[in-house]
């Protein structure tokens, strides 16, 4: 286990400009503000981190985040506009108008035998339960999970303090863990996902030593509480490189301890192709600075799932919606096996789901009600992906992009009736009986479907 023992150098290189090319420009002012605030009293402060990867990257980071060795009391006195966060490690948020920094105070390694009375807690499988102790940049770099993760940038001297190599490996486009991958593995099976999203978002190549334990370790997955799971794999889905990463999850078998499901959807031809349509989808949203909902997103990973046991459902005799909605719950409850997706995403994705046979339905008024839909749109981006992935006809997704942007007599003139292909046909009506005298002098009605037939949603 990870008892103390220091990985690599025990002093930093530390780099000038010219080694690592990171400008005091490229700091956001909020960041700047807080580390030299915390450098004018005395203590330590960096820009650490991601931050400082992406910068040697040439990539814009999306937040800056500040370690410092004063205490988080410390570092609350001296910002008025800031608050400690966090019960296994305690952080400062440090607010600059709408900018946020989060500030962390060194970290150290405890053994067993601390006077604290051992603060590191692990499992019988070696994964850190609780481990809630301060200590020097020197440790906080080697606790650190990549050597490309463990840089420290100071913006008053412009230098970089690199304890692991981590320069050199961005230079190399190398990933590389921190000391013994099985141990650190063992400790936090959440790395071999990360290891995973930074090699697909920042197009970096797992070293040897990194990649061999993970397809034995996989298994580990199953021991980390579903919320950490979740929250590892939103941000491995929303990095940009989606696709790059679930091909790496497959290649590596880290899957089956979230996605469990996903080989048998990419094991089929339309499924494989749907589920990389909506990841290159996702991608391209991404990239054009456009949102991305968790739950289509989940939806359409698991719909190739929920659509074959449908079809299975309705050649068996089940009307469509009651084997729809089996086929939603089944699915639902294997995922929740692994990693069980929370209810708010679980109802978005039912109803994207639910309202895709109603997109069938281009007769009468039903499409002017489906109009009306709060999930109309990510029902139509959905039924997107469907045809685009050959599922359904092309001509379906055509009608209804036509629907939506005609004008009110068009769309009269646009409606399929129900005995026509592609409408949905009706019950036939069956005539009332002519009344009948009962024995007792009264009348009785034999009816059929008197109300008709009602349009499922």
């Not at 420290?152 to 190398?174: I, M, N």
Request: proline share 6%.
């Amino acid at each position: 286990m990870f008892s103390g023992r220091l990985f690599g150098p025990s002093k930093p290189q530390i780099l000038p400009v010219a080694a690592h090319g990171i400008s005091r420009d490229a700091i956001s002012s909020c960041a700047l503000r807080t580390a030299q605030t915390l450098q004018r009293r005395g203590f330590a402060a960096f820009v650490v981190g991601g931050a400082v990867r992406d910068l040697i990257l040439g990539r814009k980071p999306k937040d800056f985040d500040i370690a410092t060795d004063a205490k988080p009391e410390e570092v609350r006195e001296l910002f008025r506009r800031s608050r400690v966060i966090g019960r296994r490690f305690r952080l400062v948020h440090v607010l600059c108008g709408p900018e946020m920094v989060e500030v962390s105070t060194f970290r150290g390694v405890s053994t067993a035998d601390d006077e604290d009375g051992g603060a590191r807690v692990a499992d019988e499988h070696g994964r850190i339960l609780r481990d809630n102790v301060f200590g020097t940049q020197e440790q906080d770099a080697t606790r650190r999970d990549l050597s490309v993760n463990a840089l420290f940038y100071d913006p008053t001297s412009q230098e970089v303090w690199d304890y692991h190599g981590g320069v050199a490996d961005l230079k190399r486009r190398r990933l590389r863990l921190i000391g013994d991958p099985e141990v650190r593995y063992r400790e936090d099976p959440i790395r071999m996902l990360r290891v995973v999203r930074f090699a697909a978002s920042r197009g970096l190549e797992v070293d040897a030593p990194t990649r061999r334990p993970i397809r034995r370790l996989a298994g580990l997955l199953a021991h980390v509480p579903p919320s950490r799971l979740l929250d590892e794999m939103l941000k491995l889905l929303l990095c940009g490189h989606s696709a790059e990463a679930v091909a790496y999850l497959r290649k590596e078998g880290l899957h089956h301890g979230v996605l469990p499901l996903l080989d048998a959807a990419m094991g089929r031809a339309a499924g494989e192709r749907f589920v990389m349509a909506a990841l290159k989808a996702t991608d391209e949203r991404l990239g054009a600075g456009k949102t991305v909902s968790p739950g289509f997103l989940f939806a359409a990973l698991l719909w190739p799932e929920v659509g074959a046991e449908w079809r299975v459902l309705e050649e068996k005799g089940m009307p469509t919606i009651p084997a729809l909605y089996q086929a939603m719950d089944h699915v639902m409850k294997a995922q929740a096996a692994a990693m069980p997706i929370p209810h708010r995403y679980g109802a978005d994705m039912r109803e994207i789901w639910a309202l895709q046979p109603r997109f069938l339905q281009r007769s009468g008024k039903r499409p002017y009600r489906l109009l009306e839909h709060p999930r109309m749109r990510a029902g139509y981006d959905f039924l997107l992906l469907r045809c685009e992935s050959g599922e359904a006809e092309s001509e379906l997704g055509q009608w209804w992009e036509r629907f939506q942007k005609t004008g009110e007599s068009e769309r009269e003139q646009m409606l399929v009736s129900d005995s026509a292909p592609g409408g949905r046909r009706r019950r036939r009506r069956r005539k009332p009986r002519s009344p009948q005298r009962d024995e007792g002098g009264g009348t009785r009605v034999e009816s059929g479907d008197e109300g008709g037939s009602k349009a499922e949603g």
